[in-house]
């Protein structure tokens, strides 16, 4: 299991694990369910570190864990401030970042053996190659690992963050931002061409596995198990570095300081990012640790 963007598809529920039986024999117990949220004590506060699935099944349901930290937070931070997102501005930035110059194509920044593979992968999930020709290559793997997420029936409208963005709207709770939409696709549109072809290679590859691997990842989120997930972020660093470092462990660097100030706050926060930013060496919850912070998972 090697897949970042296959990651992207799991989904993040509570799963129990067994208790150690005591003597002679007593009933059945269960510890409590462990999931991919983090909480830490501020100085008055509590401030909630939860680890988030983009896609999900519209069918899928949040544990009560996750519920009682949502309640419990006056405030949201997320990756991008959601709920005040220009839909006009995202638009013209993706056109200003992702579209390639006039007289060329995505075959001619591939080459013909690359681009045949992904005009596959396209034909495969019932897209025309055609309608890829004028995207840079980060583009294009965007584009196309969404439409396989979405043929796997997973859904961005079901998502961790826009399911909690309709509850933190319709409760009038503020909702702010790690980074800008400007910052998140630029950190994919500045990455050299080279990067770029390797993460739109790199996304086929997931595709191609995504169904035999899926029901695993299923079940390390909702184990909880940051094991497993730590154990597929560290095969990506290894096989991607150049890659994998900006996206993940450069931007968990970034963040460090926002959440340790959000510790000398009075209220409540949650705090809603990617599950990988959260689990392994460099992750969040692996910085907060250095830094002498205690952080529980939940």
Do not use: C
């Amino acid at each position: 299991m090697r897949s970042l963007t296959t990651l992207i598809a799991a989904a993040l529920i509570a799963a129990a694990f067994p208790a150690l039986a005591q003597a002679p024999r007593p009933a059945p117990q269960t510890l409590p369910p462990l999931h991919t949220l983090w909480s830490l004590k501020g100085k008055t506060n509590t401030v909630y570190l939860l680890g988030s699935v983009h896609f999900l099944s519209p069918d899928e349901k949040f544990p009560e864990v996750i519920d009682r930290a949502y309640r419990d937070a006056e405030r949201l931070i997320m990756e991008i401030d959601m709920d005040d997102l220009d839909q006009a501005q995202v638009q013209q930035t993706m056109a200003d970042l992702g579209l390639l110059p006039s007289g060329e194509t995505l075959q001619s920044q591939l080459g013909p053996e690359a681009y045949g593979r992904v005009a596959a992968q396209a034909r495969g999930i019932g897209m025309n190659p055609a309608l890829l020709d004028r995207l840079r290559p980060w583009l294009a793997a965007l584009t196309l690992v969404q439409l396989n997420l979405k043929k796997m029936g997973l859904e961005a409208n079901s998502g961790v963050e826009q399911k909690l963005l309709l509850r933190a709207t319709a409760d009038r709770k503020e909702i702010t931002g790690l980074e800008t939409i400007q910052q998140q696709l630029g950190m994919l549109a500045t990455l050299p061409l080279t990067q770029q072809r390797e993460f739109l290679l790199y996304s086929i590859e997931d595709m191609e596995r995504a169904n035999a691997e899926i029901n695993d990842l299923i079940a390390a989120w909702r184990k909880g198990d940051t094991t497993t997930l730590a154990r597929l972020l560290t095969e990506g660093l290894d096989q991607y570095p150049d890659l994998y470092r900006p996206l993940t462990l450069d931007r968990n660097r970034q963040w460090l300081q926002t959440i340790e100030d959000l510790l000398d706050e009075r209220d409540d926060y949650l705090v809603i990012v990617g599950a990988l930013h959260l689990v392994g060496k460099g992750s969040v919850i692996d910085l907060l640790a250095q830094d002498g912070h205690r952080a529980l998972q939940q």
